[in-house]
């Protein structure tokens, strides 16, 4: 299902993802410019030192004297000592800006989420999105951080090394940075085969996570289906695909760094063959030999770890682009700029602004699909005066929780319009309609917290009072008492530790306690048992009164008192009419009617 499919990534650095994350750095520019300083002052102290040693070795000993020997020692302490101050600030620094980026790159995305229609959700894999939003913004913090402070001290070294070394000897620095363009070619070289492989290894590994995913969610239906073998085979593939790969992976790096070290060696070599000539010669001092000779050491350095952060880099582009491409996703359902300014949005919804909702709904030739080639409504029309109780009769499939989600705008018509009160309901904001809405969904989700938590979850504001009015009305009260921590019982993740039945009644508790005008109920077809069936209906009778609500009913006994009941057939109303009318013309629901009740006849009859 997931239609995310790791895409190919370009092998180049694409520059309009960086400067689109960028964006999202500015808060931290400051942060970065201060990391970057510091890191130059390290390169540079790291540079100081080996000229430091070089002055000694010319000075006080190629001059047998001790001149100045106090002022050499007070400058060396302050190299060290800026070493550790630098350290302790740039490791300080990092750490702020990696945890920053991470925290405003998820606070994005989760906005993001939150905004998103559902028919987004619809096709992305819920994996995915973990893993967009865990590791993908890890990662990009950990690069933008860390990887700057290895590149700008790198970048930074290497200049003034090469600097200072052709300021003492041109000739001999020369020689020595003679490997530097071999380097530069081997290093693109295997830059770009490794960049091949570890980009194969990355599409296994999200095919993995999917796998995962997939596994872990539905953990309990495997079991019942006795699937563990098939999956664990399917499973076993791709990991093994997986192991090929990243060993591929890891013999083409481990080719590259001997390679490296030895290029490292040659320059040596060169500095010391001719270095040791030219002190022989008396052409260069002792002391400058052995700055060359340290010098080359340090220099070959941040190459090594240069390598290593363009390959982080490359993951890091990865892991922007699919973020990026996430929080950049136009939602389906937008309100226009016009409609935000007066009707506000989630930050600062202009409540003074919403006009009261009265509760007609009017479908006006709608036509809606999920997907091109499989129209679901074709020219629906329906009108519902408010305060009307509709109920939707119809085979599964047949589209019932479809004219309900457009209804409430959770997706929109492709054609036609869904008029609220006599408006378009796309010439005001999404939230002035979901504000007025109270929906039971057909497959009711609980949150990991306390009953309390999820009751006021719409309403955080609501009161105690409030709560337990609402659940109340709903018949839940009593059963919450029942528990020893009444309200204040954790439900467990997704209310795993309730029955279906008592989750049903939270989330109609929830779904009232805004004293929504539309209320909507999509009964799950997974029965409750007998008692408890009669406290919903009970508390449906209640819930229902003076609001405009559609019930999606299985159960042909909850609607009977439906002020319209709609056979829905294939997108279309075949039928339409209170209960008597309808068992009065003796069609579709009269048949599914007199069969469900003697079915339930039959099943009370075996039962006893
Ligand atoms: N998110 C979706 N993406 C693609 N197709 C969908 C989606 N939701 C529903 N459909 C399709 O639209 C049609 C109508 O589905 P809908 O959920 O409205 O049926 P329903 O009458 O509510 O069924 P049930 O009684 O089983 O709840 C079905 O053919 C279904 O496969
Ligand atoms: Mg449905």
């Known amino acids: ?92 620094e990092a750490g702020k800006i990696e945890a ?7 606070k994005k995305g989760f906005k993001k989420l939150q905004e998103l229609s559902f028919s987004y959700f619809d096709k992305t894999a819920v994996g995915w999105l973990m893993a967009r939003m865990t590791s993908d913004t890890n990662r990009i913090g950990e690069i933008l951080a860390w990887g700057l402070v290895d590149f700008m001290w790198g970048i930074s070294m290497m200049t003034m090394i090469a600097v200072v070394m052709f300021v003492v000897d041109v000739k001999l620095a020369l020689i020595t940075l003679t490997v530097v363009p071999f380097l530069a070619i081997v290093s693109i ?39 563990e073998d098939e999956n664990l085979t399917e499973f076993q593939e791709i990991t093994y695909d997986m192991k090929k790969k990243s060993v591929r992976s890891a013999i083409i790096s481990s080719m590259y760094m001997p390679i490296v070290i030895s290029m490292g060696s040659v320059g040596m070599a060169l500095a010391l063959g001719f270095g040791g000539n030219g002190v022989i010669m008396k052409t260069i001092s002792y002391g400058t030999l052995v700055l060359f000779v340290n010098y080359t050491v340090q220099f070959y350095e941040p190459i090594r770890e240069m390598a290593r952060i363009f390959a982080e880099l490359q993951v890091a582009q990865a892991s922007a682009e699919r973020l990026l491409s996430m929080i950049d996703t ?57 305060g009307q109780t509709i109920a939707l009769v ?30 378009d309901y796309r010439q005001r904001s999404q939230l002035w309609l979901h504000s007025n809405i109270g929906y039971v969904l057909q497959t009711p989700h609980l949150f990991s917290g306390t009953i309390r938590d999820n009751i006021a979850y719409g309403m955080l504001e609501a009161s105690e009072l409030d709560i337990i009015r609402a659940a109340k009305l709903v018949n839940a009260h009593d059963f919450i008492m029942k528990f020893e921590n009444g309200y204040d019982t954790e439900v467990g993740e997704g209310g795993a ?90 069609g579709h629901y009269f048949n599914l009617y007199t069969n469900q009740f003697i079915d339930e006849k039959e099943i009370e009859v075996i039962n006893k």
């Open 189 to 227: 070289f295997f830059q770009k085969k490794i960049l091949r492989v570890s980009r194969k290894v990355r599409k296994i590994n999200s095919k993995i996570t999917g796998a995962f995913n997939e596994g872990i969610t539905g953990a309990k239906t495997t079991k019942t289906l006795v699937r």
């Open 497 to 586: 530790k309730l029955s279906t039945g008592e989750k049903q009644l939270i989330s109609f508790a929830r779904a009232i306690l805004a004293n929504p005008k539309l209320f909507i109920l999509d009964e799950a077809t997974s029965s409750v048992d007998t008692e408890t069936e009669l406290i919903v209906q009970e508390a449906i009778q209640k819930v229902l009164t003076g609001r405009t609500s559609f019930i999606i009913a299985h159960r042909l006994s909850t609607i009977r008192s439906a002020d319209r009941i709609l056979v829905i057939e294939k997108g279309k109303i075949i039928e339409d009419g209170t209960h008597d009318e309808l068992m009065n013309n003796e």
């Open 100 to 106: 920053g980026v991470t925290y405003s790159l998820r």
């Open 394 to 423: 119809g085979e599964t499939g047949s589209g019932k929780s479809t004219i309900v989600n457009l209804a409430c705008r959770f997706y929109e018509p492709v054609k036609g319009d869904i008029l609220i009160d006599g408006i």
């Open 330 to 386: 136009e939602s389906d359902i937008i309100d226009g700029d016009e409609i935000i300014k007066k009707y506000g949005d989630s930050v600062d919804s202009k409540r003074h602004n919403w006009e009261p909702i009265h509760g007609d709904i009017d479908f006006k030739d709608v036509t809606f699909y999920y997907k091109e080639d499989e129209v679901i409504l074709e020219n629906f029309n329906l009108n519902i005066k408010s």
């Open 1 to 92: 299902m997931n239609t995310h499919e790791e895409k190919e990534f370009s092998s180049n650095y694409d520059f309009a993802i960086w400067k689109n994350l960028l964006q999202y750095l500015k808060p931290f520019r400051k942060n970065f410019i201060v990391l970057a300083v510091f890191m130059m002052i390290l390169a540079g102290t790291d540079v100081l030192i080996p000229y430091l040693a070089k002055f000694a070795i010319d000075h006080f000993i190629g001059n047998n004297t001790l001149d100045g020997f106090g002022y050499f020692v007070m400058v060396y302490a302050m190299a060290v000592l800026t070493i550790s101050g630098v350290v302790y600030l740039f490791i300080k």
